[in-house]
């Protein structure tokens, strides 16, 4: 009688079936297998009133993979919960604890970091119990969400039309619409700044004024700037001379942030994007000998690595580029860090993303080689630059020039491609050396507002703040771009940086969140949350405690916001019904904006909005060749073609150089008689033969 293995992912589940060979038997459970329900009171699935007791049922879509599970448990040895190494894969592995009936105190729980043979084998040589704390954290993540989620989308649905709230995603927005309020408000101040240029053996070099008469310059109009140009006509003296070594340690190795990051600023990629391509990395991909899981577990917060790795490393780096070139790497705890396993790295150094490359797309090849890059230069050396800075006087002037060149490429070897760096070389000067300037120029500038948020800087901003976990971030910025809420797009259609900006349904959003749930959905007691949830699970808080005290704060808040809050009037198209004679107005549904009359529902006329009417046909002056009438001139979503005029009861078609076109409905219609002649000749040679028989 084999083990049953149950794994999330139907990818996930070949690679480990492979490792632990035929006395085990690995399926998916595709996911959660259940959710809260939507019945009961308010549709929460929580009996609030019984201490938040949860409510369960099995999702509509995994009716049949729940009883093929139970099938499977039945006939099989001991059953093994193998789910993701996170408090979402704990807690699926509870559920399906629940519904296969398990023993609650089964040791059947076994975790890995990356999908190897070893880190396979190894999780399955010490199974443990459900982590219940991590179970509880999680449920108290969904009932919280839930809660907000029902009761305040509900709200704002009713009120203001928008579609969706949610306890991260809301202050998530907030951050947003915060940053464009500050852009609409701020006051450009000018400031001016004088800058030389100078030249000394064929090298030229440029320098900015720093202070006037030993105080920093801070030049505020026209007048004061050429007030410095007027001091600065003669010849410059060589003040200082400083000559300095400094070092850029390499950056730590990626947790999902930093990954989500560095992928969108250097690859292009979305959060979204980067963390499916990641999936696959992950889950196993077949690299010659079979699946291969070819990085560790990409949900992390950890930048911590395996000792085993960490000595691999040491030694790829002595035999590639030199002892000198080794580092001494240790991981820095974070104090929002859940710790729970290793930074995002490959699994093995032997996979180099050139070797590899030939079984990957190329966005996973683009993906594994900066992760693999990122792991292997954090265990490196720092890299070395000569800088050296230069003050250039004149009537109590100071002008400063840096010069700065790698003199050792430490990580930067390895990690160069992915790090902005641009030698400035000086040429040879000497102290008290006298020097005329080239040009002394003064500039105008204004100071700058704040800039938008990319996708990049949103999710730094989050991770710093502490609102939402890393693995919810690609989901958060996904969800409010599908309600409607913010636009990613270039600003004006400029520039190559794409940037959040919020629609008036967000900015209204978050106004109305402003003026009745400051309290609560904001970014310090979203954080304070989060907080709990970590103290949750790790058994120094109670659940039950942690969800009254919201329900407390929250419950009177909305009960304020459907008295007070001002429900808005659909906007005026400025025309009558031509059905019923009622005001007609602009409604938002499913499928975007559109016209209904004012009366609904006692009327219920509709439109579309700025529906494109169809180019009229053009005659040709041609013939259709299988009936005689005129061809004409029409455009489909594919091109310009020539048809006949006689359409429908003539199909014919022809592209503009006269070559026959046929339809897909008239290849369809020719492939079904096809088979409707093939049929009826098969059941004539069956009667044949029954005759025959007979």
Same mark, same amino acid.
């Given at each position: 009688?084999?083990?049953?293995?149950?794994?999330?992912?139907?990818?996930?589940?070949?690679?480990?079936?492979?490792?632990?060979?035929?006395?085990?038997?690995?399926?998916?459970?595709?996911?959660?297998?259940?959710?809260?329900?939507?019945?009961?009171?308010?549709?929460?699935?929580?009996?609030?009133?019984?201490?938040?007791?949860?409510?369960?049922?099995?999702?509509?879509?995994?009716?049949?993979?729940?009883?093929?599970?139970?099938?499977?448990?039945? &006939?099989? !040895?001991?059953? /093994?919960? @193998?789910?993701?190494?996170?408090?979402? $894969? *704990?807690?699926?592995?509870? =559920?399906?604890?629940?519904?296969?009936?398990?023993?609650?105190?089964?040791?059947?729980?076994?975790?890995?970091?990356?999908?190897?043979?070893?880190?396979?084998?190894?999780?399955?040589?010490?199974?443990?119990?459900?982590?219940?704390?991590?179970?509880?954290?999680?449920?108290?993540?969904?009932?919280?969400?839930?809660?907000?989620?029902?009761?305040?989308?509900?709200?704002?649905?009713?009120?203001?039309?928008?579609?969706?709230?949610?306890?991260?995603?809301?202050?998530?927005?907030?951050?947003?619409?915060?940053?464009?309020?500050?852009?609409?408000?701020?006051?450009?101040?000018?400031?001016?700044?004088?800058?030389?240029?100078?030249? &000394?053996? !064929?090298?030229? /070099?440029? @320098?900015?004024?720093?202070?006037?008469? $030993? *105080?920093?310059?801070?030049? =505020?109009?026209?007048?004061?700037?050429?007030?410095?140009?007027?001091?600065?006509?003669?010849?410059?003296?060589?003040?200082?001379?400083?000559?300095?070594?400094?070092?850029?340690?390499?950056?730590?190795?990626?947790?999902?942030?930093?990954?989500?990051?560095?992928?969108?600023?250097?690859?292009?990629?979305?959060?979204?994007?980067?963390?499916?391509?990641?999936?696959?990395?992950?889950?196993?991909?077949?690299?010659?000998?079979?699946?291969?899981?070819?990085?560790?577990?990409?949900?992390?917060?950890?930048?911590?690595?395996?000792?085993?790795?960490?000595?691999?490393?040491?030694?790829?780096?002595?035999?590639?580029?030199?002892?000198?070139?080794? !580092?001494?790497?240790?991981?820095?705890?974070?104090?929002?860090?859940?710790?729970?396993?290793?930074?995002?790295?490959?699994?093995?150094?032997?996979?180099?993303?050139?070797?590899?490359?030939?079984?990957?797309?190329?966005?996973?090849?683009?993906?594994?080689?900066?992760?693999?890059?990122?792991?292997?230069?954090?265990?490196?050396?720092?890299?070395?630059?000569?800088?050296?800075?230069?003050?250039?006087?004149?009537?109590?002037?100071?002008?400063?020039?840096?010069?700065?060149?790698?003199?050792?490429?430490?990580?930067?070897?390895?990690?160069?491609?992915?790090?902005?760096?641009?030698?400035?070389?000086?040429?040879?000067?000497?102290?008290?050396?006298?020097?005329?300037?080239?040009?002394?120029?003064?500039?105008?500038?204004?100071?700058?507002?704040?800039?938008?948020?990319?996708?990049?800087?949103?999710?730094?901003?989050?991770?710093?703040?502490?609102?939402?976990?890393?693995?919810?971030?690609?989901?958060?910025?996904?969800?409010?771009?599908?309600?409607?809420?913010?636009?990613?797009?270039?600003?004006?259609?400029?520039?190559?940086?794409?940037?959040?900006?919020?629609?008036?349904?967000?900015?209204?959003?978050?106004?109305?969140?402003?003026?009745?749930?400051?309290?609560?959905?904001?970014?310090?007691?979203?954080?304070?949350?989060?907080?709990?949830?970590?103290?949750?699970?790790?058994?120094?808080?109670?659940?039950?405690?942690?969800?009254?005290?919201?329900?407390?704060?929250?419950?009177?808040?909305?009960?304020?916001?459907?008295?007070?809050?001002?429900?808005?009037?659909?906007?005026?198209?400025?025309?009558?019904?031509?059905?019923?004679?009622?005001?007609?107005?602009?409604?938002?549904?499913?499928?975007?904006?559109?016209?209904?009359?004012?009366?609904?529902?006692?009327?219920?006329?509709?439109?579309?909005?700025?529906?494109?009417?169809?180019?009229?046909?053009?005659?040709?002056?041609?013939?259709?060749?299988?009936?005689?009438?005129?061809?004409?001139?029409?455009?489909?979503?594919?091109?310009?073609?020539?048809?006949?005029?006689?359409?429908?009861?003539?199909?014919?078609?022809?592209?503009?150089?006269?070559?026959?076109?046929?339809?897909?409905?008239?290849?369809?219609?020719?492939?079904?008689?096809?088979?409707?002649?093939?049929?009826?000749?098969?059941?004539?040679?069956?009667?044949?033969?029954?005759?025959?028989?007979?």
């Amino acid at each position: 009688m084999k083990d049953l293995v149950i794994v999330e992912s139907p990818s996930k589940s070949k690679t480990i079936q492979k490792y632990l060979g035929e006395g085990y038997h690995v399926v998916s459970s595709k996911g959660h297998i259940r959710d809260l329900a939507t019945r009961g009171k308010g549709g929460l699935g929580v009996d609030v009133e019984n201490h938040f007791a949860p409510v369960y049922v099995v999702s509509k879509d995994k009716g049949e993979t729940v009883k093929e599970l139970q099938s499977l448990a039945e &006939k099989s !040895g001991q059953v /093994f919960l @193998a789910t993701d190494p996170d408090r979402e $894969g *704990e807690a699926i592995s509870w =559920h399906l604890a629940q519904v296969l009936n398990l023993d609650e105190d089964a040791v059947d729980r076994v975790t890995f970091n990356e999908i190897t043979r070893n880190a396979v084998q190894e999780a399955f040589s010490k199974p443990r119990k459900i982590d219940m704390d991590l179970v509880h954290s999680q449920e108290t993540r969904r009932i919280l969400d839930r809660i907000i989620g029902f009761k305040l989308s509900t709200l704002l649905k009713n009120k203001i039309k928008s579609k969706s709230a949610g306890r991260v995603q809301s202050v998530a927005l907030k951050l947003i619409v915060e940053r464009e309020r500050a852009i609409r408000a701020f006051v450009p101040d000018e400031y001016w700044t004088v800058d030389a240029v100078f030249k &000394k053996d !064929g090298k030229s /070099f440029n @320098a900015s004024l720093s202070k006037i008469n $030993g *105080e920093k310059a801070e030049l =505020h109009t026209e007048e004061e700037a050429q007030r410095i140009l007027q001091l600065c006509s003669g010849p410059f003296t060589v003040s200082s001379i400083k000559k300095s070594t400094k070092k850029t340690n390499p950056f730590n190795p990626f947790i999902t942030s930093t990954l989500q990051q560095e992928a969108s600023t250097k690859l292009g990629m979305s959060a979204k994007r980067t963390m499916s391509i990641a999936q696959k990395l992950y889950e196993g991909i077949d690299i010659g000998n079979g699946q291969e899981g070819l990085i560790t577990y990409m949900r992390t917060d950890s930048t911590r690595l395996s000792d085993v790795f960490m000595t691999a490393a040491a030694d790829l780096i002595a035999g590639e580029y030199g002892s000198r070139y080794q !580092g001494h790497y240790k991981a820095k705890k974070d104090d929002n860090a859940q710790d729970a396993h290793e930074a995002i790295r490959p699994t093995s150094l032997a996979n180099e993303p050139e070797k590899i490359k030939p079984y990957l797309t190329p966005e996973q090849y683009r993906l594994y080689k900066l992760i693999y890059a990122r792991a292997l230069a954090s265990q490196m050396s720092a890299a070395e630059f000569s800088s050296v800075a230069v003050v250039l006087s004149q009537n109590g002037c100071d002008f400063n020039a840096n010069g700065s060149t790698l003199s050792f490429d430490g990580w930067l070897k390895v990690y160069g491609e992915y790090y902005a760096n641009k030698d400035t070389v000086l040429p040879e000067l000497s102290e008290n050396e006298m020097i005329e300037a080239k040009e002394v120029k003064p500039n105008q500038h204004f100071t700058e507002p704040p800039a938008r948020y990319t996708e990049a800087k949103l999710i730094k901003e989050m991770e710093d703040e502490g609102i939402g976990r890393p693995s919810t971030y690609a989901m958060i910025i996904d969800t409010i771009q599908a309600r409607g809420y913010v636009k990613l797009e270039k600003p004006n259609g400029k520039g190559k940086t794409k940037v959040f900006i919020p629609t008036d349904q967000g900015e209204l959003t978050v106004e109305k969140l402003d003026e009745f749930f400051e309290s609560i959905i904001n970014v310090k007691y979203t954080a304070t949350m989060e907080k709990k949830l970590d103290e949750i699970a790790d058994g120094s808080a109670d659940e039950i405690e942690t969800l009254e005290d919201f329900w407390r704060r929250f419950t009177p808040l909305l009960e304020k916001a459907y008295s007070e809050m001002e429900k808005v009037k659909p906007e005026p198209v400025g025309e009558q019904c031509p059905e019923c004679g009622g005001e007609l107005v602009y409604r938002v549904g499913r499928y975007g904006r559109f016209i209904s009359c004012s009366n609904y529902p006692t009327c219920r006329y509709t439109r579309q909005i700025n529906v494109r009417k169809k180019a009229p046909a053009e005659p040709t002056g041609k013939m259709c060749p299988e009936c005689g009438h005129e061809l004409l001139k029409r455009k489909s979503r594919y091109g310009e073609f020539l048809g006949c005029s006689d359409y429908p009861k003539c199909t014919y078609m022809e592209s503009l150089t006269g070559e026959r076109l046929v339809s897909k409905k008239t290849r369809e219609s020719s492939g079904k008689t096809a088979k409707k002649t093939t049929r009826k000749a098969a059941g004539k040679t069956t009667a044949k033969k029954a005759e025959k028989k007979g």
